[in-house]
């Protein structure tokens, strides 16, 4: 049948060559980058690009000092690389959905690992939360990214947005928290006893808590990360 000819195929999944916007979702799982400068993408995430395209990992003294200090205290995977020149590149994350966000002077957090892609003006930094170091490998590690312009975060399969009140606390597990809005600041709260820690990880022994006013992205799923070795 023609509808299962690889003409018919290609024609379904190619590209849509109208998209002119620095950040276009070509389908769920794969961010197309519309290249006029500079990207900053999470360090092994290109797929393809076509253009006059180069790829130069961050540096560790690229953003000053004290930002390569929490770097160096975060997970491998988090590590970002600048795309620049003029072309497209295609953007993956093992598979993961990717959202687009445009900020309009506004703040976001997101976990460190689900940090897929950013427009070059924007302004990030490293929040780290060391009270959970001894439970967690590194500790908990965010990034804070503030400004004008398009943010990719990544989430296994489908992310939920969940409100939060001053009377309407949210508690979430850290592993499944994806990204919240820049006015809260969560605290790291646990409920360990000596039940919980035998025979298992900490598990939901250890919790995100958000209180005051905004809204909190998790997935339904419970990634684990490695810290960095160096």
Do not use: C
Request: aromatic share 8%; hydrophobic share 40%; glycine share 8%.
């Amino acid at each position: 049948m023609s509808e299962y000819s690889i003409s018919e195929f290609v024609k379904k999944t190619a590209q849509d060559d109208a998209e002119s916007d620095p950040f276009e979702l070509e389908n769920p799982y794969m961010l197309e980058l519309n290249l006029d400068g500079r990207v900053w993408t999470k360090v092994g995430t290109m797929v393809a690009y076509t253009g006059d395209v180069t790829f130069i990992r961050e540096k560790m003294l690229e953003h000053g000092m004290k930002k390569m200090l929490k770097r160096m205290a975060t997970s491998e995977s988090s590590a970002m690389m600048k795309a620049e020149g003029k072309g497209r590149v295609y953007v993956a994350d093992q598979g993961k959905k990717i959202q687009i966000l445009r900020l309009d002077d506004e703040t976001i957090y997101v976990n460190g690992n689900d940090l897929l892609a950013m427009e070059d003006g924007l302004d990030w930094d490293v929040t780290l939360m060391r009270r959970v170091a001894g439970m967690l490998a590194g500790g908990l590690f965010n990034i804070r990214v503030s400004g004008k312009g398009m943010v990719a975060i990544t989430s296994h399969y489908d992310p939920l947005a969940l409100h939060v009140t001053p009377d309407k606390p949210l508690f979430t597990d850290p592993n499944a928290t994806v990204a919240w809005s820049g006015s809260l600041q969560p605290e790291v709260v646990t409920n360990v006893t000596f039940r919980t820690l035998v025979g298992r990880g900490s598990g939901e022994a250890i919790q995100l808590a958000f209180r005051g006013t905004g809204w909190v992205v998790i997935q339904p799923y419970e990634e684990v990360y490695m810290a960095a070795t160096s």
